[in-house]
Structures are given as C-alpha cells and as structure tokens.
C-alpha cells in the first residue's frame, strides 16, 4: 500500500541483510540479484536559503510499487524526488530504504538507489 502524509512516525530499526558487497564480477555474470526495498520518509523539510521548499512530508512506498509523483510547476515534486534519491539536500527529516536510514547507507546499498528522469 501507498500513502503521502504529513505526520511524523518511528521507524524500525536499521535492516543489516543490506549491509553487503557487490562484486562487479556477479553483475557481469547475471548471477546478482536484486530484491525491491520499500521507501519510507518522515517530516523531510528541504530549506533552499530562508525558504522552504518542502515541509512536514511524510509517506511510505511498499517493496515492488510504483510511485507517480505528480502536481503544479513549483509545487514540490523535483525537491521531493531529489530529498529521496539522497541527491539533494535535506533539512530535516529522515529517509529509509528497506529500513535503512539514508545517514548510515553503505557504499552497495547507495549502488541500489536509482533516478530515471523524464526527458521533456
């Protein structure tokens, strides 16, 4: 299930199955496999200068959905995408992907995270 709120939650403790390294040598094999890891984000605020961009966003992402982030020019969306991918700054607020808090993310688990943009 799916849902974008503003309200604040715990979240479970760091998953340490993630913890783990890629050999490039699997990748080239086939032989890695990858399992989808659900997304949870709480009270992420992203200031830009004295304003705020995004505020109070909470929502969660179940392994193996789709998300369509969708809204008006300048309402958010970029910063909100930027804020999850751990491309952009971030305030306030924490990420987790699988359980894993963005902070604390090793060098493979960052390896998992990907952004496919639209092309205008």
Do not use: F
């Not at 050999?23 to 992203?46: F, I």
């Not at 902070?103 to 688990?109: G, H, I, R």
């Amino acid at each position: 299930a799916q849902s974008s709120m503003c309200t604040s939650s715990s979240l479970p403790a760091a998953d340490t199955r993630l913890d783990y390294k890629l050999g490039s040598s699997l990748v080239r094999q086939g032989q890695l496999r990858v399992e989808p890891l659900s997304v949870h984000w709480r009270s992420l605020t992203v200031s830009i200068g004295s304003k705020k961009a995004l505020q109070g966003c909470s929502g969660d992402v179940a392994a193996g959905s789709v998300l369509a982030v969708m809204g008006p020019s300048g309402g958010g969306k970029t910063t909100l995408i930027n804020a999850l991918s751990r491309r952009g700054p971030l305030s306030e607020g924490e990420v987790r992907y699988g359980g894993v808090d963005g902070e604390s993310w090793s060098p493979a688990l960052k390896r998992r995270v990907a952004l496919v943009e639209q092309d205008d």
